[in-house]
Structures are given as C-alpha cells and as structure tokens.
C-alpha cells in the first residue's frame, strides 16, 4: 500500500495522549481516547492491505498471522520479561499473583476480558496493574482472529455487499455500546470486543470506500479540519459529553475517520501538518512507546506510593523514549524484515512464550513468593481488591436491566423472597447476604447500579435517575419479594449529584432522596432495611498501607477517623431513620466505630479493598448486625 506518514502523525497523537492522561487525568481529561484512534488507525491499515491482497489474488491467512506475529510478539516479549523481573522484586505477593495472571491473559490476548473482571480502568487500584494498557491488544487481536476470513467469504460471495455489511458491523456495534452503557454495564462496554468493533470498523469502511464518494479537493480539506478540531476537542475536554446514545469515544472516531478521508488520494494543510519528520518518528516507534510507557509509570508510583512530580515525569518520559528506540530499532524493526526467517521468529517467539508461562506459574503457585516481605505487609496487601464483583455467570436480565442471583437457584427473579438494592455499596455486601439466605432457606437477588445512586429522583444525571427507576420498578413487581434491602455509598452520595434547583443541606438531600425511594417501595407492600453509614477513607487503605510496610516507610495517611467527625456529618441523618418505625435501620458504624475512633484497620487487617468499599474477608464482622436485621423484619408482622 502507498505509505501515508499522516497516518504515523495520528498515531504520535494518540500514543502522547494517552502517555500524558496516565501520567496525570487533569493534564489532558480525555488523553485516553488515543486508545480509540489507534482501533480507527488500525482497522483502515489492516484492511487496505488485505483487501489489495485479496484484489490480486496473493492473500493468504497464514501469512498474514505470520505478519502479526512478527508485528506484535517480539517488542511485547521483551516488555513482558522487563515487567515480570521488576514486578518479583517489588510487588506484594496479591499484586504479584494478579500480574502472573495478567501475564496468562496477555499471551493469550484475553487482557481485555481478564480486565473486565479484574479492573476498573478508571479506579485508582488500575494504576497497580503493569499490563493493564494491554486490554487494547486483546480487542484488537480477538478482532483480527476473524476478520480477514470475513473479508475473504464477501470477496467470493458477495463482492458487492462488503461495504454495507462493514457498515451493519460498525451500526450494531455502536448500539450495542450503546445499550450497554445504558444498563449500567460500563466495564464490559469499555473493554469487550463486540462494543469497541465499530472503531475499528470504522477505519475499514475509510480503506474500502469507493471513489465515488470523494469530494472537491477543498471539500477534502474541510474534513481534514473538521477532524483535527473534533480529536483536539475530545481529548482536552472532560470524557462526560453528557450526550443521549453517545459513547465518549464517538467524536474522536469521527476525528479520525476524517482526516483518514481527508488524505485518500491528497495530501491537504491537516495531513501535511501530521506528517511533519519528528511527528511521524513519535508514530514510528509508537507500538513500542505504547508498550513501554504504562510499565514504568506503573513501577515508579508502586514503588514511591504517591504521585509523581513533574521532575520524576520528566525523567520518566526520557526513559520510556529511550526504550522504544532501541526497542523499534533493534527489536522490531530487524523482525520484521527479512533479517529473520519466519521459522526463526517462529521458535523465538515460542520459547519465551513458555518460558513466560512457566514463570507466571511457579508465581502463582508460590502464592506470590510470601517469604520475601515484611508479615505485617503481606497482612494489609492481602484485602486489594477483593471486594466482591458479581460473577458473569451469575448475572441475568431483568426488567431491562441487569441483576445477580444471591442464592437462587432457579435464576427467576419472580422466586426472590430477599433484593439486595443499591450500587456497589450494596454489591459490597453480597457474599455475606448469600450466606445469611442459604442458612435461613431464602432466595434472594442483587440489583445494582454501580456507579449510580438507587434513588428514584435525585441522583448523578438522567441516565442515573433513568436506571434507578427501572430498577426499583423492577423490583416492586416482583410479587413473591418481602424485604428489600437498601444499601448506597452515603459518603459520595452529594458529592456525585449535580443539582442547581435545590439549596437543601447534604444531609436533608439524603434524607428527602432516601425517604421518597423507600417510601414508593413501602407502598407496594414489601417491607425496607436501611444500611447506614460506614466511614470510608477516601485513599487506598490496603495498597498504599502495605506498600508503606514492605518498603520500610511510615503511613503519614490516617487510619481512623475520629467518631465525633462521623457524627457531625451523620447524626441528623441517622436520627431521621432511626426514628422511622416502618423500616429497621442497620448502622454498620457500629461495628466499625469503637473507642472514640471509627477504624480503616483493625487487629493488622484492612476493612478496605479499595478507597470506599469493604474487603470481602472482613465482611463477617457484619453478620450479626445484618442477620439480626433480616430476622427481626421477617417475623413483624
């Protein structure tokens, strides 16, 4: 194909973006769209190569794998080796048994599912995960596992249908990025395959669009401009467009789409700014840079527990630029070429496969190498991120929207006797409902609203308030239901909503939020248990505590907050559901507040996984309190 150093220039783009948005978000808010450009980029190469191919009749499958082979293995290879020698000598045994996994994922190009379940992308807990940016490889590998056998079967079937079927592919995956997003499933929408299809099928549909649609040259150029403002504009503003059915990533695709139409047959003032020598030598080396930059921001923050300074960022930059160099140079260019034969590459690649498997193993199987730290570290690091997540093969439809069985075996959410009602601060609490449901025969069902509040009309935005009320709707129609357990994430509750029609206090907006939802839940006869309060630290109790720990630092971090703070901030609030006779109110703080004090750690053990949400192991020091609740309600008649 005809070389167009525009397309390097994009590249050097969305490899900067996304380096500067991880060394800090408010640098560039929506730096990590350049992740979206590479998908665009790399949909229209890939298919203006294989359709030419095709065309003259010299396409072949196994060399176009042997071609990703060459393109993608070794560079990763010897990231993957860099990584795994840096992550035995500093992480702390959990940190390191998630990274051997993360290891299994990336060689097998499932990062992005292995991520789905393990990460939020956008979490502070992310920024421990050395592999975490190659959830991208994954998408794009699972991609390219099928589509060159799709464009091969439209070439012989049906030639003529193959734009419009690219153009079905790219439509049905943008709705169902849509949908996704609309139901709350803004993990699987942010790093699976069939709702990030469309992006690199957009890119397809630029390789393959007939001339026919090309315009005036000036026109051209219009859409070279019009595609430079739109990716400048989305990756300097604020990733929440606040746009009905429009995923964040959809002007910085159409960006890109743009200034790829734009430069089709002609360079205009766009391309040719894009192609300047030292944007397209970012470009050059841009797979490399992507590969290079995460790791060692990742290692640099693990190992100083804090941010770094602009020096530290300076210095860093130098490194990761001084690594894809020599990686591009030595590495991937020469195995690219014909310098190496592809049986060669062949054996290499295989041997460090296994050998990389082999290590990840004996990690895991070691338990994280445990002997090697401080106890007391190992203590603390053990809660990361261990705050329960619904299993995938526990999640089900439900009144268009989403729900997780608790106990119920016969997946019908009609069969529940007990909802579990909220965001993940209710979801929190699922492992420890589940157990107290098997031992009094119950069935029971989690609805959540991760990153929403389950209030019906004062929440987050409107796509919030639209998803708390099918919840809640959904849950009243469920005849068998008696109790609805109601649990929220108090401490962020005003912080998250945005409103301008209301001066009320932050404790009556909860109280008026609260009240109205458990009243239209009253109202349809089931009966409501309230869980209060619990005081969340705000910082990474586990990660940055055992961190501390094991590299011989002190915590200058709190590890409690006083109670007399607590009840400044609450006791209106609980008074108000403590004096409500139609519901029993939990308090958790109760638990967790002892001694004038309410503890993050107790007795060497973090009650946290994260900044906000409890440790899945510590959850048995609430059984009492939630058992005693479910009892009491069920037996007041």
Request: with cysteine.
């Amino acid at each position: 194909m005809t070389y167009r150093p525009d397309v390097d220039g994009l590249r050097a783009i969305a490899v900067l973006s996304v380096i500067i948005y991880h060394f800090s978000r408010k640098f560039l808010p929506g730096g990590y769209l350049g992740v979206d450009i590479f998908f665009v980029l790399s949909g229209y190469l890939i298919t203006t190569i294989i359709w030419r191919e095709i065309l003259e009749d010299k396409f072949s499958i196994i060399r176009f794998y042997d071609r990703r082979v060459r393109r993608i293995f070794p560079a990763l290879l010897i990231v993957l080796i860099a990584t795994t020698v840096i992550s035995i000598l500093i992480f702390l045994p959990l940190d390191l048994i998630g990274f051997a996994k993360s290891i299994f994922a990336t060689l097998t190009f499932v990062a992005n599912i292995y991520f789905w379940r393990d990460t939020n992308y956008f979490s502070r807990v992310a920024e421990e995960k050395p592999l975490l940016h190659l959830w991208s490889l994954g998408v794009e590998e699972q991609f390219y596992l099928l589509f060159p056998l799709l464009l091969l079967f439209l070439f012989r079937k049906a030639k003529s249908w193959t734009l419009i079927v690219l153009v079905g592919f790219c439509f049905g995956s943008l709705v169902s990025n849509v949908f996704a997003l609309k139901f709350g499933a803004n993990l699987p929408a942010f790093y699976l395959l069939p709702t990030r299809v469309w992006e690199i099928c957009a890119g397809a549909i630029i390789a393959l669009l007939p001339t026919k649609f090309e315009f005036t040259p000036k026109t051209m150029a219009g859409f070279g401009y019009a595609g430079l403002t739109l990716i400048i504009v989305s990756l300097t503003t604020s990733w929440h467009w606040n746009l009905p059915f429009v995923p964040d990533p959809f002007f910085v695709v159409l960006g890109t789409t743009f200034i790829l139409y734009s430069g089709l047959r002609e360079r205009h003032l766009v391309n040719s700014l894009l192609s300047r020598r030292w944007i397209v030598f970012i470009g050059l080396i841009s797979y490399s840079l992507y590969l290079w930059h995460w790791p060692v921001i990742v290692f640099l923050k693990y190992y100083l527990v804090r941010d770094l300074t602009i020096s530290e960022m300076i210095g860093a930059t130098i490194f990761m630029l001084s690594a894809a160099i020599v990686s591009w140079r030595y590495i991937e260019s020469p195995f690219r070429s014909t310098l190496y034969t592809i049986q060669r590459v062949r054996r290499i690649v295989i041997t460090l496969v296994m050998i990389l498997t082999i290590v990840a193993g004996v990690i895991i199987i070691q338990s994280g190498f445990p002997n090697r730290l401080n106890p007391a570290a190992m203590q603390i690091n053990s809660a990361v991120g261990t705050n329960y997540r619904c299993d995938m093969s526990d999640y089900l439809y439900f009144d268009q929207s989403r729900a997780c069985v608790l106990e119920l075996p016969s997946r019908n959410p009609n069969d529940a006797d007990v909802v579990l009602l909220g965001n993940s601060h209710a979801q929190m609490y699922a492992p420890l409902f589940r157990e107290i449901f098997r031992s009094h025969s119950l069935f029971g069902l989690l609805v959540p609203a991760n990153g929403c509040l389950p209030t019906y009309d004062i929440n987050i935005n409107s796509e919030c308030t639209q998803l708390a009320n099918r919840n809640i709707d959904g849950v009243i129609k469920l005849d068998k239901t008696r109790v609805v357990v109601l649990s929220t994430t108090w401490d962020s509750f005003i912080a998250k909503v945005k409103t301008s029609a209301t001066n009320a206090s932050s404790a009556q907006m909860m109280i008026d939020g609260l009240d109205k939802t458990i009243n239209r839940i009253i109202r349809s006869g089931k009966k409501v248990i309230l869980i209060g309060p619990i005081v969340t630290p705000g910082w990474d109790v586990a990660s940055i505590t055992g961190r501390n720990l094991a590299f011989g630092r002190s915590t200058e971090l709190p590890l409690y907050t006083s109670m007399q703070d607590f009840q400044d901030k609450y006791s209106s609030v609980i008074a108000h559901f403590e004096n409500r006779n139609d519901i029993v109110f939990v308090r958790p703080d109760e638990v967790q507040c002892s001694s004038g004090r309410c503890d993050y750690v107790i007795d060497g053990h973090s009650l946290f996984s994260d900044d906000n949400h409890l440790a899945i192991a510590e959850l048995w020091r609430f059984q009492k309190i939630f058992e005693k609740a479910l009892t009491v309600i069920l037996h007041n008649k």
